[in-house]
């Protein structure tokens, strides 16, 4: 499982980049492999306001609907249409192309309540027990 030292996380396994008062926002590798063959993605439309912890989005797999939370509080200042076209994508570059929203943040701040990559697989292995 690939999960890259430079990302912020969420225990809801999205993942974050800052880009200055941004954040780039996806799913982390091991949230594509638990939901498998992803074949359907919906996002929010730019301008939406949100605040931590509420749908920016659904991702539908083969196995199940999972909703995507924002991690921080702001507007979505970009989307990624492309995912609605190839949304299979996530299972194969879920860090880059396959980004999926970013988020103009009312508070920077906000991001230290996200876990590192060391955090984050600490969080993954005491889930698995």
């Known amino acids: 499982m690939v999960i890259p030292e430079d990302l912020l996380y969420t225990k809801d396994h999205e993942w974050g980049r800052r880009e200055d ?13 638990e939901l ?10 730019m301008g939406t306001r949100v605040r931590p912890g509420e749908k920016i989005g659904t991702v539908e797999s083969v196995k199940a609907v999972s909703e995507i ?6 507007a979505i200042i970009e989307v990624n249409d492309s995912l609605e076209q190839s949304p299979e994508m ?3 570059d879920c860090y880059g192309d396959a980004w999926m929203v970013l988020i103009a943040m009312d508070d920077p701040t906000e991001t ?14 005491a889930e698995a027990k």
């Open 112 to 125: 230290a309540h996200l876990m590192g990559a060391q955090a984050y697989r600490d969080y993954l292995e």
């Open 21 to 33: 008062t941004s954040l780039r926002v996806g799913i982390s590798d091991y949230a594509q492999s």
């Open 69 to 74: 939370f924002s991690p921080v509080s702001g």
């Open 36 to 45: 498998g063959d992803i074949v359907f993605v919906e996002l929010e439309k």
């Open 90 to 92: 996530i299972n194969t």
